[in-house]
């Protein structure tokens, strides 16, 4: 049996080795950088950040440790080892595809390519079969992560539907997280007796790392990686978003993990792993988009209507006003539109405003740097701010190729 007390115990001892690695603090910095942008994003839309950074970091880092030790098990149990230069190609490719789109800096794309090319030219020389183990390992974690952590800190945003040309409310979906992992490297040599060894069953490694003697041993090493998640929830609750593009990533993670599996045993399988990973990542994607943005928005205005889409925490608006709650008159005057209600603010600056809500009347008291006391309505036509979602990829062509549309 696998040793999964001993494996875990070995990861949370190796958990302090952590904190003197250089790598770490960088992979911090740039969560950081990427949080940072996201509260600057929520001060020019509503006046003010809706979340802590800080709160966002110490979020991420927990579920991170999370991730991390299944990551480890992952990696440990099935055997899946790093070895030479390869991890160091991936990351080039990957920062290359960055520059084509940034939603493209990922290992899926990056390690598609590496492999393809070794196959194609013979150049880099990389265990293939690991690399495609690897980056099912890390996907798998991420589905795992955006499961459980994916809907946190979502923020209510106005977007224009790139399929209808429509402004609605929708939430955007941005996390970050830094993962320490303990992975597996191949050193040659036997292990000293002096050094503490543990015993793995018969059948492991599940993915034999190539070139491998009886000359050789495996270490267990402290690696760090950084893994980041992003979507629109338009169609869906942001909880739903995510639990959803949480299922489909795993099963995108369990059909490479077998294909790499399969690829140890049959040279085929190196060549249908190595498209399957860019391709079957892109197409998950894909699809993704199509049907959130396609689906029936859940926070469209309606003529003649005003209501609620959220309210920002900690704003006067916060604990009085209910999302989804219809506005109908602002201190006796009635609004219908998001204009009107902003004119109507705009006109009081300082003193308490009487809002006549389905439900009854609600007192706003003056104060707080947020837009509309806090209120965030759902938007209409007439939003000057709103992002645009430009999503494109080269399964668009192909669509509309297969569907006779030139």
């Not at 790139?162 to 955007?172: E, F, K, N, P, R």
């Not at 893994?227 to 059909?255: C, D, F, H, W």
Request: hydrophobic residues 50%; charged residues 15%.
């Amino acid at each position: 049996m696998l040793p999964l007390v001993t494996l875990g115990m070995s990861y949370v001892r190796a958990l302090p080795d952590y904190l003197s690695m250089p790598l770490f603090y960088v992979v911090l910095f740039l969560i950081y950088t990427q949080y940072r942008r996201a509260a600057s994003l929520e001060k020019a839309l509503y006046g003010r950040p809706m979340h802590s950074i800080t709160k966002h970091l110490v979020i991420s880092t927990l579920f991170g440790i999370a991730g991390g030790l299944v990551g480890s098990m992952l990696l440990l149990s099935l055997g899946i080892a790093l070895s030479g230069n390869w991890i160091l190609y991936v990351w080039v490719a990957a920062l290359g595809m960055a520059f084509i789109s940034p939603r493209l800096m990922c290992f899926a794309y990056g390690g598609g390519i590496v492999a393809l090319i070794s196959l194609i030219f013979g150049w880099p020389d990389i265990d293939i079969a690991s690399l495609l183990g690897l980056v099912a390992v890390l996907h798998g974690v991420e589905s795992v992560l955006m499961l459980l952590s994916g809907h946190m800190g979502a923020v209510p945003v106005r977007v224009k539907n790139s399929l209808d040309g429509s402004i609605v409310g929708a939430y955007s979906l941005q996390k970050f997280w830094p993962v320490p992992l303990l992975a597996l490297a191949i050193v040659p040599g036997v292990i000293p007796p002096e050094v503490g060894a543990i015993s793995m069953p018969n059948w492991w490694p599940l993915i034999v790392p190539a070139g491998l003697t009886l000359n050789h041993s495996f270490w267990m090493i402290p690696v760090v990686a950084g893994l980041g998640y992003g979507e629109m929830a338009v169609s869906t609750t942001p909880k739903a978003r995510a639990r959803q593009s949480a299922l489909k990533l795993a099963i995108y993670s369990g059909i490479l993990f077998l294909l790499a599996y399969l690829a140890g045993r049959v040279p085929f399988f190196l060549y249908l792993g190595a498209i399957f990973a860019p391709l079957g990542h892109e197409l998950l994607v894909w699809t993704t988009n199509r049907q959130e943005m396609g689906g029936r928005a859940l926070h469209k205005a309606v003529p003649g209507e005003l209501r609620v889409f959220d309210v920002i925490e900690g704003s006067p608006a916060w604990g009085r006003v209910a999302q989804g709650q219809r506005i109908l008159a602002c201190d006796g005057i009635p609004v219908t539109t998001v204009s009107e209600l902003g004119s109507c603010f705009r006109a009081r600056p300082g003193q308490e405003l009487t809002l006549t809500c389905e439900g009854g009347e609600i007192v706003l008291p003056p104060g707080g740097t947020a837009e509309l006391r806090g209120i965030i309505p759902i938007p209409d036509e007439s939003a000057s701010t709103y992002l645009e979602t430009r999503f494109s990829s080269p399964l668009d062509f192909l669509s509309k190729f297969l569907a006779g549309d030139k």
